[in-house]
């Protein structure tokens, strides 16, 4: 687990495609109690640890993930993301298909199949179906691949997953929305770069940024962002 920030309200961490941010029925230790036995040990705290958990990533997707060290940092947080606009998130996706235009907004509503775990693009009118989203523009390119920087403006299950791949561009990697082989590390080529917000206790304004992992292609198309 590497720490990317840490204070008395709030902790950071950088997640690997391996791991899960809340508990879940595969018994897996989710990354929320390796957080807390991290704060147990080096504090030497006594009893339980608390630690909220303020958003989620997908099993498979990479980066940054926040969590609240006090209740206070939690309820405000929580305010915070359900407001959608007081924290900026960008994510860095790898697709194999460039999309038709370099740069752009997508809106669509999407559906979620509970049954599947997955989410699709329907019309507007559909029951349950949730408006969604996100803007996107091509930050760097390689022969085969094509690297996307991702702005949410909603979190909606899947999203970027199903967005893209509805566009003709399944991120790397991610079979269950198109893409045409697995990566051999299980996960997909998303990545939650960086979250961007003002502190809920300081007011400081707060940027934490996670590297990509440690994969040729990515730190290739690092190397030759536009």
């Known amino acids: 687990m590497t720490v990317l920030y840490e204070d008395n309200h709030i902790i950071a961490v950088s997640k690997t495609c391996h791991e899960i941010v809340q508990g879940d029925k595969t018994g897996d230790a989710p990354l929320s109690d390796i957080v807390k036995a991290y704060i147990k040990e080096k504090f030497n705290k006594p009893g339980e640890v608390f630690l909220g958990v303020t958003h989620r990533l997908d099993r498979p997707t990479t980066g940054v993930v926040l969590f609240a060290r006090t209740s206070k940092a ?10 959608h606009d007081k924290i900026q998130k960008t994510y860095w996706a790898i697709v ?33 179906a949730k408006r969604a989203v996100l803007s996107y523009k091509t930050i760097a390119c390689s022969e085969r691949y094509t690297l996307l920087e991702i702005n949410l403006e909603t979190g909606r299950h899947h999203q970027i997953r199903c967005q893209l791949s509805a566009i003709g561009c399944p991120i790397k990697g991610d079979l269950k929305y198109g893409a045409k082989r697995s990566n051999p590390d299980g996960g997909i080529s998303l990545h939650a770069r960086k979250i961007e917000f003002i502190h809920p206790v300081s007011k400081l304004p707060i940027s934490i940024e996670a590297q990509v992992p440690d994969d040729n292609l990515w730190r290739s198309l690092e190397e030759s962002l536009l």
Do not use: H
């Open 74 to 83: 939690l309820t405000r947080l929580n305010e915070m993301f359900k407001s």
């Open 96 to 128: 194999q298909d460039p999309p038709r235009i370099p740069e752009g907004r997508l809106e669509n509503y999407l559906w979620r199949n509970e049954k599947q775990n997955k989410s699709f693009v329907v019309k507007a009118n559909t029951k349950d």
